[in-house]
């Protein structure tokens, strides 16, 4: 019942900047904490960043600040400013949303994947 659907990947050279939106669509009563995975083939998918419903977040320590989460809560939208990107960002983006479809019922749900290929 619900959607994501990600945008703004694409080639980008290292050192360079990025942001990748995701729009939530559907059914749901609300929309809790919201996130940004990546995944490179052969590895498992690899948390990114988190931001909770208040604003609160939490990025993985070896982004080492490059990559900034925020949300529009008004347009069910997340993102992901990606800064200073190295080669080895190369990866599919994916977002998340933790959704309740009542007060007591939530799970999670995940966008297609957006490409971001870092060339040296």
């Known amino acids: 019942q619900v959607q994501l659907v990600e945008s703004g990947g694409g080639l980008v050279q290292a050192g360079g900047s990025l942001r990748l939106s995701c729009v939530a669509s559907?059914?749901?009563?609300?929309?809790?904490?919201m996130g940004w995975y990546r995944q490179t083939p052969g590895k498992q998918r690899e948390w990114v960043a988190t931001i909770t419903s208040g604003g609160s977040t939490n990025y993985a320590d070896s982004l080492k600040g490059r990559f900034t989460i925020s949300r529009d809560n008004a347009k069910n939208t997340v993102y992901l400013q990606l800064n200073s990107l190295k080669p080895e960002d190369t990866a599919v983006y994916y977002c998340?949303?933790?959704?309740?479809?009542?007060?007591?019922?939530?799970?999670?749900?995940w966008g297609q994947g957006t490409q971001v290929p870092v060339s040296s």
């Open positions: 559907g059914l749901f009563f609300k929309i809790n904490g």
């Open positions: 998340n949303a933790a959704v309740s479809t009542t007060r007591n019922t939530a799970r999670d749900y």
